[in-house]
């Protein structure tokens, strides 16, 4: 074995000259077929156990139903057997549903919610979705299968070593989005966030006062990854209020109805209004650090859950019209901090996520502003008939919207040309010759990083296929780049290349 490692040179012409691509479209029908699968391994040592939860694999299963793009799998072929490379969640998460073995979540389903609590077997029996299955096992997946060709039989120790580089290289440089990533996508057009993420950026004091009053400090921190979570904690409390704290700390989909609150919120207000709806918000934040000076001052016990409940007390007043004004005196200050501060038991942060411990700390917060301002607050704390059916006639229409997009399914699948494979001096000429969007505002930030660029190179320069790009081509002429950039940009700064920008 020692002479193995030795050889380099010998590793490096397996890469360049007797290592075979194939890329190729299969259905899922033909994949997952009882013969197929008896030649397929995707459980591989080298790869992780499979960890996607049933939210993550509906929202999987979704995207196939749907006919959008999904990453191919990556197979390593050896006489008769196949090996799984790369995609183990993917191919497993196919094998579980097909196996009816969970159920889809309306969590993880963004646009066929109807299908929640559903397995294969059960769409399958019913008449009205049978279809569904159809266009199931009719989809294609995508595949790049690694073979070794024109070389006598591999050393198992050899081939192991070639496995796990093709699965290094593949997974090298990928990183899981965030949830603030993805909200940066979804949000991408919205008035109110646009808003709220410009402001981030130019006002540094805004931010920074987000920062320190409703989060903890965190060393591991980024601007960017806190700007991620204030833009989420800005959309949360921005509704808040049109969801009573009793119903919103025992609820099971709180995040989902929270988004849809906060679609309804940007669907109902006008260009003109935005910027009054988030400078209003600006300005209870402004109140809000009051408070803090004077728990400071005063020396007073305080922590983020206090002034986070302080908002939300701000934001429910001024929908009920008080006039404010009357917080801009320093002796009222004094006097609701002295309270706060005297039962501060009703915010330790050991008990946050526990539904009781959010009703009573909300409760009790609403409660001193009730006393103040003589005024009745508790439909935001405790609820009402009118507000549930409110809240359950919001859910009626999305699961309205599910059935019409159940109805349309054919309709939704996108339209997908077969990949095609190109060369570097295809990929240079077409950029320098026609308009590219390289990174599209819904993109996350990418920080340079020459070791990944490095690794991008060489995997080239052994004649590895790098992973797909994906190109979104508009009518105006414009390729949007929506995830490749970094192996784009590499490619064209390692040969000095440019590109036309749009």
Request: net charge positive; with cysteine.
């Amino acid at each position: 074995m020692s002479n193995l490692f030795l050889q380099a040179e010998y590793f490096e012409r397996i890469f360049k000259e007797n290592l075979k691509i194939e890329t190729y479209s299969q259905s899922i029908e033909s994949l997952f077929s009882d013969r197929f699968l008896r030649r397929i391994d995707y459980k591989p040592y080298y790869q992780r156990n499979y960890v996607w939860d049933d939210d993550k694999a509906s929202y999987f299963i979704e995207s196939i139903l749907l006919g959008t793009e999904i990453p191919p799998l990556i197979f390593f072929k050896n006489g008769e057997r196949t090996e799984v490379i790369d995609g183990r969640q993917r191919f497993e998460t196919i094998e579980r549903f097909k196996n009816s073995k969970f159920q889809l979540t309306k969590k993880g389903l963004f646009a066929l919610k109807q299908l929640s609590k559903n397995t294969y077997k059960t769409i399958f029996d019913n008449k009205e979705t049978t279809s569904i299955i159809d266009l199931f096992l009719e989809a294609k997946i995508r595949i790049v299968e690694f073979a070794i060709v024109n070389e006598t039989r591999l050393n198992s120790v050899l081939e192991d070593k070639i496995k796990k580089e093709i699965f290094a290289r593949y997974n090298s440089g990928i990183t899981p989005l965030k949830a603030p990533e993805i909200d940066n996508a979804v949000y991408d057009t919205d008035p109110i966030y646009q808003y709220f993420k410009n402001r981030l950026r130019q006002d540094p004091d805004f931010e920074q006062l987000m920062y320190d009053l409703f989060f903890k400090p965190n060393k591991n921190s980024t601007k960017e990854k806190d700007r991620g979570k204030i833009l989420q904690f800005i959309r949360k409390n921005l509704v808040l209020k049109m969801f009573p704290i009793k119903y919103y700390s025992r609820s099971n989909n709180r995040t989902e109805t929270l988004g849809k609150l906060f679609e309804h919120l940007s669907d109902k207000i006008s260009e003109l209004e935005v910027e009054r709806l988030c400078e209003s918000f600006i300005d209870k934040v402004k109140i809000v650090e009051s408070f803090r000076q004077i728990f400071i001052r005063l020396n007073l016990k305080h922590n983020r859950l206090i002034f986070e409940c302080l908002l939300w007390s701000l934001l429910i007043l001024e929908n009920e019209n008080v006039n404010l004004l009357k917080l801009k005196h320093k002796s009222l200050l004094d006097k609701i901090s002295k309270k706060i501060s005297n039962n501060f038991q009703e915010y330790f942060e050991e008990q946050t996520i526990f539904y009781k411990a959010i009703q009573e700390r909300y409760t009790f917060t609403a409660k001193l502003f009730e006393e103040e301002f003589k005024i009745n607050l508790e439909v935001y704390y405790a609820g009402s008939d009118e507000k549930r059916k409110e809240l359950s006639k919001l859910r009626q229409t999305d699961d309205e919207d599910t059935i019409t997009k159940l109805n349309e399914l054919k309709d939704l699948r996108v339209t997908k040309p077969e990949p095609s494979r190109n060369s570097i001096d295809d990929i240079t000429r077409l950029m320098e010759r026609k308009k590219f969007l390289v990174r599209p505002s819904y993109q996350r930030s990418e920080v340079t990083n020459l070791s990944k660029a490095s690794a991008i190179i060489e995997s080239i320069l052994l004649g590895i296929n790098l992973p797909p790009i994906f190109i979104f081509k508009r009518s105006d002429g414009i390729s949007e780049v929506i995830d490749g950039q970094q192996r784009l940009l590499t490619i064209l700064g390692y040969l000095g290349k440019e590109y036309v920008d749009e």
